[in-house]
């Protein structure tokens, strides 16, 4: 079984910043297309970033100038740095791998923003 394992996750004051990591298995990873999405209570899941094979980024408008995506390709990694937090930032936030056949999901990591 396919596991993306997440880490980095957890409170934090409105303004503060968090870093987020995924290690995946080598091989899903040298040909995925890395994301982080996020899901909040009540609401249904979405994109927050992605980053390409190659180290392209992409990001949801609304975390744009706030999030980076990063990757480690030398550690099967990839980063989502997250600063300026906003409480609508808090959800659950899960790692996902997508390639040309398959697509994972990490377990979850959850990140609330709160005075």
């Known amino acids: 079984q396919v596991r993306l394992v997440e880490s980095g996750g957890g409170l934090v004051q409105p303004g503060g910043s968090l870093r987020l990591s995924c290690v995946a298995p080598a091989d899903i990873f040298a040909i995925s297309i890395m994301g982080w999405y996020r899901q909040a209570p009540g609401k249904e899941r979405e994109l927050v970033a992605t980053i390409t094979i190659g180290g392209r980024p992409d990001y949801a408008d609304f975390v744009k100038g706030r999030f980076t995506i990063s990757k480690d390709n030398a550690k099967n990694t990839v980063n989502l740095q997250m600063n300026g937090l906003k409480p609508e930032d808090t959800a659950v936030y899960y790692c996902?791998?997508?390639?040309?056949?398959?697509?994972?999901w990490g377990q979850g990591t959850q990140v609330t923003v709160s005075s």
């Open positions: 996902n791998s997508i390639s040309r056949d398959y697509g994972y």
